[in-house]
């Protein structure tokens, strides 16, 4: 609110702050002529794209008012100057209104508000927001990802609520508002893992993956199976993969198939393999740059990259012969590949994919990996048991650790200080301080030391030829280190028929101060919990050997100290509810969500017929008769489909050994009826197609009947009742 004086001639503006009755008009020309009256404007205000001219009431406002209606006269090049003057005014205020309504808008758009709940002393706040993605909407969009985040404090003192791991689940609403009670219900439902009430997005769960020996990879839910089998599914390659790698930006993994010559993309959000890119000649180890712009592929000659958004290869680069182990540096602008038969280390410019320079290292390299503490790349030459140390600044060599020859590996553990570096031939395990280049340890590890892996709190260290693991704590190494062992398996991972991966077989479990390994040779995926004697359980791979495994981690993370979030997509467009539990205290809310169509997400040909399952009883009993009973519309003309002779049902136990088809029998106006007899307990799912109607199983909505064993007691069900 402003005042603007327009003509030379005039009363001071009013310094009075008390509340006085005004006069307000949108006239123009009224307006000009009582400036040049001597009235001056109080204020200028935007009421619904208009313009309003405030003035303060008084006598001889309203005979001047008057004066204006009987048509007296005022000057003229007073009058015009002052209603030009106006029309500027008016003009800037109309776009000033109308651009800042517009960046209010847009604003509102990218940042949603935060959603906030305050329960029991505890503030919740959700927030939901899209990547951003050049040249796409930044409106949030069914299956685009997109960062959700929960920051819970204390109420009374803002203090962030460390460690409280929220449970979280996303579904779509139905036609009404989900009440707290109908919230209650719904997550008393997830937590009891119902297969009849599953959310369309799980944020507390993580994915197994094994690469097996065969050209697929298992698919294992450690937390909730069908029956008795936690597999999920396998994703088909066309090829035995040989290395592996995932992207946490948009859920894709790369698996490299050197019989193939090809990099396989799967999709984890439907475990489908979304493309196969061509590489160089027998493609091995894969790796992300950090900003995961780019995917390099060690390949027969040098590196494959491929642009991770497009899919497409945009550079070949020719570096050396033999093996290639791949490391960056930690500002994305040189790619460090090692050249295994010539001795040599390539620079690579990762923005003119272009090869800088070869670093003579040593007769064999077999690895790199790079220490952020020190700004160093660690070279492992196997032949003459070397370790060349070249600084990432200058590209020469810098130190040099020497051991004995038969290594073939390094990694370090959390904050880049400690380096493990494995001898099979020897029986040890070298471990080195990055602030000093020098050897620290030399640890016996028996029966073939080879891969390390770690937590926050130890290194573990797998031996080819024992199922012991060898578990050194981190927190010792300034010292006597202390060194502890658990049996990985029944079977020595080299007893496998198959040739060890180069690919990780022990990873870090989501729980944290955990382990999962895989044993090939007893086909079994082990979880170890850390301060246990033995591990804690174990997965079964279903007969198939896991040569490395994997985590596809989908839980929410403790980001900062009571921050919790991770990157999701909404499946379909709609509104969700947004399901959240906390235990302690126990606090239970469901926020929403929406998510708008996407235009880029192709459309599925409209089904010519729906069906609606008519059975409120969803129990059945082994060895009896079930009535199924379901009705068949017509999608177009919305009208009941009665009469059709291949409506199919498929029964289908959740283990998947066991299973059915039979025709259903059309009743009367669109109803279909089938009885079911199933040999055994479980859960079973139930399919309907019509070929006719150009319908597949997939294609209509499931049913799920739980099974009971049948009693003495038990009656056959009666017609019409279930």
């Not at 205000?45 to 005022?74: H, M, Y």
């Not at 009705?631 to 009941?640: G, M, Y």
Request: aromatic share 8%.
């Amino acid at each position: 609110m402003f005042s603007v004086p327009l003509c030379s001639q005039g009363w001071p503006l009013n310094k009075d702050k008390t509340m006085k009755p005004t006069y307000q008009t949108t006239d123009l020309t009224l307006t000009s002529f009582l400036r040049c009256k001597g009235f001056p404007i109080e204020s200028i205000k935007q009421t619904n794209g208009r313009t309003l001219f405030v003035f303060q009431e008084s006598p001889e406002l309203r005979t001047a008012i008057l004066d204006f209606a009987n048509d007296a006269t005022v000057a003229v090049r007073s009058f015009c100057s002052t209603m030009r003057d106006l029309k500027a005014i008016t003009r800037v205020l109309i776009f000033f209104f109308a651009a800042l309504l517009s960046v209010k808008t847009i604003s509102a758009q990218q940042k949603p508000a935060p959603q906030k709940i305050e329960r029991d002393g505890v503030e919740v706040e959700f927030t939901i927001e899209p990547i951003k993605e050049a040249g796409k909407s930044s409106e949030l969009m069914e299956a685009r990802e997109a960062v959700v985040r929960f920051k819970i404090n204390d109420k009374a003192t803002k203090t962030p609520l460390s460690g409280v791991k929220p449970s979280v689940w996303l579904s779509q609403r139905g036609e009404n508002e989900t009440d707290q009670q109908a919230c209650r219900e719904k997550v008393q439902s997830f937590l009891q893992g119902s297969l009849r009430s599953r959310p369309d997005v799980d944020l507390n769960t993580y994915y197994l993956l094994a690469l097996n020996e065969e050209a697929n990879i298992s698919v294992i839910d450690p937390l909730l199976g069908f029956g008795s089998s936690k597999l999920l599914t396998l994703v088909m390659l066309k090829s035995r993969g040989k290395d592996w790698v995932q992207k946490s930006s948009d859920e894709k993994l790369f698996v490299s198939m050197p019989l193939v010559n090809q990099i396989a993309v799967v999709d984890t959000n439907t475990w489908k393999v979304v493309a196969n890119v061509d590489t160089g000649m027998k493609p091995s180890r894969v790796r992300l740059q950090p900003d995961e712009k780019y995917l390099w592929v060690g390949e027969q000659n040098g590196v494959t990259v491929i642009d991770t958004a497009t899919m497409k290869v945009v550079g070949q680069v020719a570096t050396g012969n033999g093996h290639h182990e791949i490391e960056f540096g930690s500002d994305n602008r040189f790619a460090f590949v090692t050249n295994e038969q010539d001795g040599t280390l390539s620079v690579v410019d990762i923005q003119k994919l272009a090869k800088v320079k070869d670093v003579k290292t040593g007769a064999s390299v077999t690895s790199v990996a790079l220490s952020t503490i020190a700004n160093a790349l660690y070279v492992v030459n196997e032949a003459d048991g070397t370790i060349e140390v070249v600084d990432t600044r200058s590209q020469q060599i810098a130190a040099r650790i020497r051991v004995k020859p038969g290594i073939r590996n390094v990694r370090f553990a959390p904050g880049g200080r400690w380096g493990f570096v494995p001898n099979v031939k020897e029986n040890v395990v070298y471990v080195f301080d990055a602030s000093t280049n020098r050897l620290a340890h030399t640890i016996g590890v028996e029966n073939g030391p080879d891969q390390v892996a770690f937590t926050d709190v130890f290194a573990y260290v797998r031996s080819t030829g024992s199922t012991e693991v060898s578990m050194i704590r981190l927190s010792t190494l300034t010292g006597q280190p202390d060194i502890a062992k658990f049996p990985g398996g029944q079977t020595a991972p080299a007893e496998a028929s198959d040739e060890a991966s180069i690919a990780d077989a022990i990873v870090p479990a989501p729980e944290g101060n955990s382990v999962l390994l895989a044993n090939p040779a007893d086909r079994v995926i082990y979880y170890y919990s850390e301060g246990m004697a033995a591990p804690m359980g174990s997965f079964q791979n279903y007969r198939r050997n896991p040569r490395a495994v994997m985590v596809v981690d989908r839980s929410l993370r403790e980001v900062t100290s009571g921050v919790y979030s991770t990157t999701t997509k909404l499946p379909k467009s709609g509104i969700y509810d947004v399901a959240f539990l906390l235990d302690s205290p126990r606090i239970t809310h469901c926020f929403n969500a929406e998510a708008k169509p996407n235009p880029d997400v192709p459309r599925e040909r409209k089904v010519a017929i729906r069906i609606e399952y008519l059975n409120k009883d969803t129990q059945l009993r082994v060895a009896e008769n079930y009535k199924l009973r379901f009705k068949v519309i017509d999608n177009t003309t919305l009208k009941a489909k009665s009469d059709l002779k291949d409506v199919r049902v498929l029964t289908l136990l959740s283990s998947g050994t066991w299973q059915k088809r039979d025709f259903a029998r059309s009743v009367a106006d669109g109803v279909y009826e089938l009885d079911i007899n199933v040999p055994q307990t479980g859960v079973y799912f139930i399919f309907v197609e019509s070929r006719s109607q150009g319908v597949a199983f997939r294609q209509l909505p499931s049913l799920t009947l739980q099974t009971a064993a049948p009693t003495a007691s038990n009656e056959p069900a009666k017609k019409g009742n279930n």
